[in-house]
């Protein structure tokens, strides 16, 4: 037979066992709930890809200048050069490193709050040149300058390779952004960014423009 102080001992202990079961399923339900949280948040966070383009691509310092003459965007049959339309004011940027395809990239010139530039003219446009500077891609982009998709065109030459989404873009190519227009749009404080599309995600460069 149990005395009185051994049946309130096991009563104490049988009742207090509920409350500490129920605060331990509560911190591991908590525990899941939040890890799923961080996993649905980080997958919007990065984007369709996995591998943040900054890991993959950087482009160097901008150079302003003008479209000189003989230069034009259309893409014809034979080698052209300059990626842009003469007379037009140009930034010219050397890819300092890179480890991606054409179309793993898009650029974008932004304003200082992040926003599209929106001061282009009806020529304004992206070209990628390679070490012979015959145009390898192209993409018009118009009044707002930023790719809303990959290059509209590649290079078709009779004295370079053929250019494609797949190609590599290694540090022997230069990028030109065409502004578009003859006037400057220097000294506003422009940035020059690059996005990661298909297997990248994320920002890159963020450099702003002379």
Do not use: K
């Amino acid at each position: 037979m149990l005395g009185p102080s051994n049946r309130s001992w096991r009563r104490a202990r049988t009742h207090g066992s509920s409350p500490i079961i129920a605060m331990i399923l509560l911190v591991a339900m908590g525990v899941v709930i939040a890890a799923v949280l961080y996993i649905l948040l980080s997958g919007l966070a990065h984007g369709p890809g996995s591998t943040p383009i900054a890991t993959a691509f950087a482009a160097g310092h901008p150079t302003p200048g003008t479209c000189v003459s003989g230069s034009a965007q259309i893409l014809g049959p034979v080698a052209i050069s300059g990626g842009c339309s003469p007379g037009d004011f140009i930034y010219t940027l050397s890819v300092e490193s890179s480890t991606v395809s054409f179309g793993s990239v898009l650029f974008d010139v932004r304003t200082t709050s992040g926003l599209a530039f929106t001061g282009g003219g009806a020529t304004s446009s992206f070209a990628l040149l390679d070490e012979a500077s015959h145009v390898a891609a192209i993409g018009i982009t118009g009044t707002t300058i930023a790719m809303a998709g990959t290059w509209s065109g590649y290079g078709l030459t009779t004295t370079a390779p053929t250019y494609s989404t797949s190609s590599s873009l290694t540090n022997l190519y230069t990028i030109v952004i065409d502004s578009g227009s003859s006037t400057p749009i220097s000294g506003q404080g422009l940035i020059f960014v690059a996005l990661g599309t298909g297997a990248y995600s994320g920002m890159a460069g963020q450099i702003y423009l002379p």
